[in-house]
């Protein structure tokens, strides 16, 4: 009876390596698309404001950099967390949106549709989950012929599920 006793704990201390082992793999792949993403999007940013600084636009250039200031500062303090709130990726998808459109005159309209039993304060979520895909949706999805294009992030909840579209 020891015996068998000592090879469950042994089965289960492996079993918890494995998943803590699965957990950072999984952090990981998320920092390393994080770090992908980010300095492309920076760098077309800052080329859009340098734009507007060449073309002697002032009012243009200041907008977009505090609008991307604002950005970077919230993307910054997300970044640090092992998990936020689906209402902070949202307030961030947001204020991204902001900032794309701004450098593509209002192209894209963003829309958010959260379906009643979905709680975005309690829903918690890797951050800059949802980032890639939008940025991905925003600068592909749509060719010149789109009147009024959309981005709509639909949420649900099924079962024992969130369903982001």
Do not use: C
């Not at 042994?10 to 998943?19: A, D, G, H, I, P």
């Not at 379906?115 to 010149?144: C, G, R, S, W």
Request: glycine share 0%; proline share 3%.
């Amino acid at each position: 009876m020891l015996i068998k006793q000592m090879k469950l704990k042994e089965k289960s201390l492996q079993e918890n390596k494995r998943l803590q082992l699965e957990r950072q793999l999984t952090e990981t792949r998320l920092v390393a698309l994080q770090s992908q993403m980010n300095p492309h999007f920076i760098f077309n940013v800052l080329n859009s404001i340098q734009y507007y600084i060449l073309d002697n636009d002032i009012d243009n250039a200041i907008n977009s950099l505090g609008r991307f200031s604002n950005l970077i500062r919230q993307m910054l303090n997300l970044s640090t967390k092992n998990d936020i709130s689906l209402n902070e990726e949202i307030e961030f998808l947001k204020l991204y949106n902001e900032v794309e459109n701004f450098r593509w005159q209002n192209k894209v309209n963003f829309v958010v549709d959260i379906a009643n039993e979905v709680d975005i304060y309690k829903t918690k979520i890797p951050p800059m989950l949802l980032q890639p895909i939008v940025e991905n949706a925003f600068v592909h999805a749509f060719n010149q012929s789109y009147v009024n294009p959309t981005i709509t992030l639909n949420v649900t909840h099924k079962e024992k599920y969130f369903v982001i579209k």
